[in-house]
C-alpha cells in the first residue's frame, strides 16, 4: 500500500513537471535570446521540483520503515510462536565480549582435567533439574505419554541450556577418556558412541537457532603456521547466565533423583 502511494505521488509530481516543462519550452524561444538571469537559475528550484524531493526523501524513509518492522516482526512472530518456559520472565541480557582467543587457554572449565576443573564443571550443571509441575508441562507443550515422576511426587524437568552444557561436558569427558573413562569396555565405548553423536546434534542445532552473527577474521598468530587463526572482538547480546542460573538453582532437585520406574 504504502509503495503504490509512492509510486502514485511520485507520478503525480513528475507529470506536474512535465508540464512545467511544456510551458518552458514555448517560451524559450524568446527566453533563450536573453542572457541567463539569477531568475533563470532560481527558477530551477521550482516549488514543484522541491515537492517531489521531499516526496522522493518521504518514500525512501517509508521504505527503510517497512523494510525494518517486516525484520522485527519476523522475530516477534517467532517469539510468539516458541514455547512458554517457567525461567523465561527471569531471563537478562547484556553485551559479552569473551571470546577464547587463546588456543592453550587454561580456565576453569577448560585445559587438562583436574579436581578443580571437575568442582568448577559440577558446580555449574549442579541445578541441572528442577521440579515442574503438571500446569508448567501442559503450557510448555510437553507430552504426558510415558512421562518420568519423582517419587516425592512432581516431574524430572530441565532447560534447553542445560541439557547442552552437559554435551559438552560429556564430549570433554571423551576427549580426555584416559582420565575420564579408564577400562572403558567394547559396550560402554559403544554406548557413549551413540550419546556422544546425539550430543554433537543438539550443539549442531542449538548453534543454528541462535545463529551468532559476530564477525570473524584471521590472523597470522604464528607467522610460520599452515594458516592463520580465526579471531574475532565482537559484542554479542548474551543471556545473563547468572540470570538462568539463579532461577535453576532456586527450583533444584538432586542431580540424581528419585524416579518412579514403570
Ligand atoms: C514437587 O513439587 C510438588 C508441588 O508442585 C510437590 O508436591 C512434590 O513433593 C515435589 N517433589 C519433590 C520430589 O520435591
Ligand atoms: C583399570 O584397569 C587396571 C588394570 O587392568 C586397574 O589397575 C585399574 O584399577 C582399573 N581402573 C579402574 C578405574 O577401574
Not at 517469539?79 to 527471569?90: E, F, I
Request: proline share 5%.
Amino acid at each position: 500500500m504504502a509503495v503504490s502511494f509512492c509510486r502514485l505521488s511520485m507520478s503525480d509530481s513528475s507529470s506536474e513537471n512535465d508540464e512545467s516543462d511544456r510551458l518552458m519550452e514555448k517560451g524559450g524561444s524568446v527566453e533563450s535570446l536573453l542572457p541567463p538571469t539569477r531568475n533563470n537559475v532560481t527558477n530551477i528550484f521550482t516549488w514543484g521540483r522541491l515537492y517531489s524531493l521531499v516526496l522522493h526523501i518521504l518514500c525512501l524513509g517509508l521504505i527503510v520503515a517497512l523494510w525494518m518492522s517486516r525484520q522485527q516482526s519476523s522475530y516477534a512472530a517467532a517469539l510468539r510462536g516458541r514455547s512458554w518456559s517457567p525461567a523465561a520472565k527471569h531471563v537478562g541480557y547484556e553485551v559479552n565480549v569473551e571470546h577464547p582467543m587463546n588456543y592453550h587457554g587454561v580456565n576453569k572449565y577448560a585445559g587438562l582435567p583436574n579436581a578443580a576443573q571437575d568442582a568448577a564443571w559440577d558446580a555449574l550443571i549442579r541445578p541441572v533439574y528442577f521440579n515442574a509441575s503438571v500446569e508448567e508441562l501442559e503450557m510448555a507443550g510437553e507430552s504426558f505419554e510415558n512421562i518420568a515422576e519423582l517419587t516425592g511426587g512432581g516431574y524430572p524437568a530441565s532447560l534447553g541450556a542445560y541439557h547442552q552444557l552437559h554435551c559438552v561436558r560429556q564430549l570433554r569427558f571423551w576427549i580426555y577418556r584416559d582420565y575420564y573413562y579408564p577400562n572403558l569396555t567394547k559396550a560402554e565405548d559403544e554406548y557413549l558412541h551413540t550419546h556422544l553423536d546425539h550430543c554433537t546434534e543438539t550443539l549442531r542445532l542449538a548453534i543454528m537457532c541462535h545463529g551468532d552473527t559476530g564477525m570473524y577474521s584471521f590472523s597470522w598468530m604464528d607467522p610460520k603456521a599452515p594458516k592463520p587463526m580465526a579471531q574475532t572482538s565482537s559484542k554479542l547480546a548474551c543471556v545473563k547466565w547468572s540470570s538462568i542460573e539463579d532461577y535453576a538453582r532456586s527450583r533444584m532437585i538432586p542431580t540424581h533423583p528419585s524416579l518412579i520406574h514403570p
